[in-house]
Nanobody, 123 residues
Framework: VQLQASGGGLVQPGGSLRLSCAAF????????IGWFRQAPGKERKGVSC????????HYTDSVKGRFTISRNNAKNTVDLQMNRLKPEDTAVYYC?????????????????WGQGALVTVSS
């Protein structure tokens, strides 16, 4: 299994960015993709996750209403659309996968990790 993250960059507060995670090697749709982030000097935390099987989603409270996670099963990709970005959203974002039909982001224990994508929100 491989996960390839793309996107990220520098954006001003209030702006938008889109992250994408491409998943390769899964033999069924019974897995969940999640996005985690790690700010400088802080521990890695879950942001959002989606069940590839049924599309159920879950978000951490700090991003609800601003971030949207979505899947494209035909392309084996999961996107994280980030709107109304704040400086505190600055972090390295990682996509991850757990072999489970559905899971809450706070309970997610990834089996696989992709590389990080830096998101910097600054004026």
């Amino acid at each position: 299994v491989q996960l390839q993250a793309s996107g990220g960059g520098l954006v001003q507060p209030g702006g938008s960015l889109r992250l994408s995670c491409a998943a390769f090697g899964f033999t069924s749709d019974d897995y969940a993709i999640g996005w985690f982030r790690q700010a400088p000097g802080k521990e890695r935390k879950g942001v959002s996750c989606i069940s590839v099987r049924d599309g159920s989603t879950h978000y951490t409270d700090s991003v609800k209403g601003r971030f949207t996670i979505s899947r494209n099963n035909a392309k084996n990709t999961v996107d994280l659309q980030m709107n109304r970005l704040k400086p505190e959203d600055t972090a390295v974002y990682y996509c991850a996968a757990q072999v489970v039909r559905s899971v809450l982001i706070i309970q997610m224990r990834p089996d696989y990790w992709g590389q990080g994508a830096l998101v910097t929100v600054s004026s």
